[in-house]
């Protein structure tokens, strides 16, 4: 194995009173001992049981001058090694700036929600991570930003553990502190031992056809009926449909152009014959200009009103599960691999970037199981 025959010595940022340090993780060696007592005022962080110096360019080059063939040096937690976020640039930070805060509340720093856009993150994450940082940082109001360690933030993790969030809520939580100090404060991989919660293996909630139509035939009007068709029909993500405009529905080839999707990916997917006729009949009637479903002033339809169409459709269609528009995607992949479409091509309709995001749909599909006779029967 390479450098089996070199000690190992791992370095971590730290933070300690506001200033940079190197932290120096290492077993006890007493040749690593004498040459850590050469370096520039060595300290012991007896919380986090290392050595920690002054964080400089000096002090860095001198680390590895001074253990060069006696200790490998490992920086994998140290230097950054992690692409930049390149979604959708739809963002816009002066929302922030006109929220109304409480007399003691702790606001997000600016360079915080400067970062997030300058690294594109979509509009939605943005909203997400200050959300969870806030909250964060307000659980700790007598305590300077700065000087929280890995310590208080297991104890808040554990504290929304006990309060019965979600690995979701707890992953975005998590994230959003690690942003902080990784990136606004480019000490990447600092909270190198905050333990995520293991990933849920839940399965998609589907629809069957039927019940699908019944919420499509129980739709208000023309403009709810093309949208919930569309959702299923191209199996959508509901920011996708929002993003549509007039130009991506290309008749002459069937398909829809889905533009800087998720993970700023275009593709294209199924343009179904029957939504077809429908658009054309909504065109007429609702004269949209630029996006294909356009709220008051020809402004892009709202999220929060696609959510509501759904749910009233699908109970006054009689289906009284809560019902989502996510669920018309996840039903259209399920739908078109039960009717033998190879799971290559499902994919790619569904802009997933792996094929083992869309397996799941495996294994909810029923025609394999069908087949089964059942012991009883």
């Known amino acids: 194995m390479k450098h089996s025959h070199l000690k190992n010595i791992t370095l971590k940022h730290l933070l300690i009173n506001d200033i940079k340090m190197i932290g120096l993780l290492f077993y006890p060696d007493k040749v690593i001992q004498a040459l850590i007592k050469e370096l520039p005022n060595p300290k012991w962080h007896a919380k ?69 856009i300058l690294k594109k993150y979509a509009l939605n994450t943005i909203n997400s991570y200050v959300s969870a ?48 100090y990784e990136i606004v404060l480019d000490m990447p991989n600092r909270f190198y031992e905050i333990e995520r919660p293991r990933k849920q293996e839940k399965l998609p909630e589907i629809l069957s056809k039927k019940e699908v139509l019944a919420i499509i035939n129980n739709t208000n009007n023309l403009k709810h009926r093309c949208i919930v068709s569309l959702l299923y029909s191209a199996g959508l993500r509901r920011s996708e449909l929002l993003n549509l405009k007039l130009t991506d529905v290309n008749s002459e080839r069937m398909l829809i152009h889905v533009k800087q999707s998720k993970g700023n990916k275009d593709r294209y997917t199924l343009l179904s014959k029957k939504v077809l006729l429908e658009l054309r009949e909504y065109f007429k009637l609702y004269k949209p200009q630029i996006y294909l479903f356009e709220g008051k002033k020809g402004i892009a339809y709202s999220a929060a009103s696609v959510v509501k169409i759904v749910k009233r459709a699908a109970k006054k269609g009689g289906i009284y599960k809560k019902v989502t528009p996510h669920m018309l995607r996840h039903s259209f992949a399920t739908h078109i691999l039960e009717s033998g479409t190879d799971i290559r091509y499902i994919q790619e309709l569904l802009g997933h970037s792996s094929t083992k995001t869309t397996e799941i749909y495996t294994r909810v599909a029923t025609n394999n199981l069908q087949t089964i006779k059942n012991p009883l029967d």
């Not at 929304?160 to 959003?176: D, E, M, P, T, V």
């Open 48 to 116: 986090l049981n290392m050595v920690y110096i002054r964080n400089t360019k000096e002090n860095l080059d001198l680390i590895f001058e001074k253990f060069k063939g006696v200790a490998w040096i490992n920086t994998s937690y140290f230097f950054k090694n992690k692409p930049l976020h390149n979604n959708n640039n739809n963002n816009d930070a002066s929302l922030f700036k006109r929220r109304v805060y409480p007399t003691d509340y702790k606001k997000c720093p600016d360079s915080y929600i400067q970062k997030l």
């Open 133 to 180: 940082f806030e909250a964060f940082i307000n659980h700790y109001k007598s305590k300077e930003l700065n000087t929280l360690n890995e310590i208080d933030i297991r104890a808040y993790i554990q504290l929304l553990i006990k309060q019965g969030r979600s690995n979701s809520a707890i992953n975005i939580c998590i994230n959003s502190i690690k942003f902080y």
